[in-house]
């Protein structure tokens, strides 16, 4: 099993010239966890509309993303929420050094979770528990508060462009994760939940045609992995979605953990997909600048018809 255990972290192995940049933003994210926490959701705001200024690729893809999902908005309703999520995306940097330095004590004071007891209750049957979300801006932070009250072991997609920041990001999230598994080891993924632990997976991305269906998500006939139904099947787990969303006022974030699904898998692909896509789009709606819009959603298309995207 690609299992990772809490690795060593050798800096001498980044002290070239092309990592110094790294160096600097990480050091530059240590001292930010040092100030109050409404400074810090501050500066993260201030820091997407950077990212919103220099990020054109992105802003597009974002831009595309909200057209197609709210065509019943304005075109300035449609721009405010481009903005807003990109301020959003500035705070999941933020949000992130303050899951990987922040206190347990400080962190406790901003975890409102609603319904702890559905993942417990389905965690003591004795069998393994899908833990599934989605990929809203705060879900780094959620989960490390999660964490703090269930073990997790968790799916990632390794980052090849930055070694110091892949290298330096598995090394603190393995503080609190309980395991780390790379996205394409399946069979990592059902061994793991056949030892009844709790896995955290956020399965909401375009990965093509290769185990996929086409099924409705936010209006739009959505490429959607089966992959979910399949880890159920295999592993006998329970699958239990829960969503973050961050406070507006500043007090932390809603962890909301909905009971666990019945009669999943059904034996119908499509309806499995399409239930854990209207799942989403429930809390999409209810925060739709809170959702990640920056990456190629809609990418893949029926018959094979060209990709909405610019870049």
Same mark, same amino acid.
């Given at each position: 099993m690609a299992e990772i255990a809490p690795p060593p972290f050798h800096a001498r192995h980044y002290l070239a010239p092309r990592h110094w940049l790294t160096w600097i933003g990480?050091?530059?994210?240590?001292?930010?966890v040092l100030l109050p926490y409404p400074i810090m959701m501050w500066l993260g705001g201030l820091l997407g509309q950077l990212m919103y200024g220099l990020m054109r690729c992105r802003r597009s893809v974002?831009? @595309?993303?909200?057209?197609?999902?709210f065509p019943q908005l304005s075109e300035p309703e449609r721009k405010a929420l481009v903005v807003e999520h990109f301020r959003n995306s500035g705070r999941t940097i933020i949000e992130s050094a303050l899951s990987w330095w922040g206190k347990k004590e400080r962190l406790n004071k901003l975890a409102h979770i609603h319904n702890l007891e559905y993942l417990t209750e389905a965690a003591a049957k004795g069998k393994g528990v899908v833990l599934l979300s989605a990929h809203f801006t705060s879900f780094e932070i959620a989960a490390r508060l999660l964490t703090d009250r269930h073990?997790?072991?968790f799916l990632y997609k390794e980052q090849k462009g930055n070694p110091l920041f892949e290298s330096y990001t598995t090394y603190r999230r393995l503080h609190y994760f309980a395991r780390a598994i790379t996205h394409h080891d399946l069979r990592g993924m059902i061994r793991g939940l056949?030892?009844?632990? @709790?896995?955290?997976?956020?399965?909401d991305q375009d990965f093509g045609t290769n185990q996929s269906l086409f099924a409705p998500f936010m209006g739009v006939s959505t490429s959607t992995i089966t992959t979910t139904s399949r880890i159920a099947r295999m592993s006998g787990a329970v699958v239990v979605p829960y969503f973050p969303l961050r406070r507006h006022d500043g007090s932390g974030y809603d962890i909301?953990?909905?009971p666990p699904l019945e009669n999943f898998p059904s034996g119908d692909e499509l309806a499995d997909a399409s239930l854990?896509?209207?799942?989403i789009e429930t809390y999409v709606k209810q925060e739709p600048a809170q959702y990640l819009?920056?990456?190629?959603?809609?990418?893949?298309?029926?018959?094979?018809?060209?990709?909405?995207y610019e870049c």
């Open positions: 990480l050091g530059l994210l240590r001292l930010v974002a831009a @595309t993303n909200i057209d197609m999902a073990p997790l072991q056949k030892e009844k632990l @709790t896995c955290w997976y956020l399965p909301h953990i909905l854990i896509n209207q799942l819009w920056m990456h190629r959603r809609f990418r893949t298309r029926p018959d094979n018809a060209p990709s909405p």
